[in-house]
């Protein structure tokens, strides 16, 4: 069988991001919760909404994915990759208030251009960190 590639972005992200505490959630119970609940020791606890763009401008969100960025609090990102994983952009939450935002409407917290280039995911890090 196959990975999906989702699953291949999750495991992309926890090799590069060892300092964080991941925990991949899967959920059938509540279908708006995150992919990922993530830690940095001496920070709070963060969720990470992993998300595949098919055509590089526009990502889907479920209602109740929509719902749980609006109602629920804390800190929480989006992770957006394309279908080859060439690149990775984090997103604040806010990202994640219609069902298909186009991307560029929203500037990334940080994009990786080079998902081989270690500095530049220890960079996506420091802004977690700073966010929590």
């Not at 001496?42 to 969720?47: Q, Y």
Request: charged share 20%.
């Amino acid at each position: 069988m196959a990975i999906k590639t989702e699953s291949k972005l999750w495991l992309l992200i926890k090799k590069n991001t060892p300092s964080i505490c991941w925990n991949r959630l899967e959920n059938s119970i509540n279908a708006g919760l995150p992919d990922l609940i993530g830690s940095i020791q001496g920070h709070s606890f963060f969720t990470t909404e992993l998300k595949i763009t098919h055509d590089n401008k526009t990502i889907r969100f479920s209602p109740h994915q929509i719902a749980f960025h609006k109602v629920n609090h804390g800190i929480k990102f989006i992770m957006v990759a394309p279908l080859d994983l060439s690149h990775i952009k984090l997103f604040d939450h806010q990202i994640a208030v219609v069902p298909r935002p186009l991307i560029a409407d929203y500037g990334p917290l940080i994009t990786i251009n080079d998902t081989t280039d270690k500095r530049q995911w220890t960079k996506l890090i420091k802004i977690i960190q700073n966010k929590c």
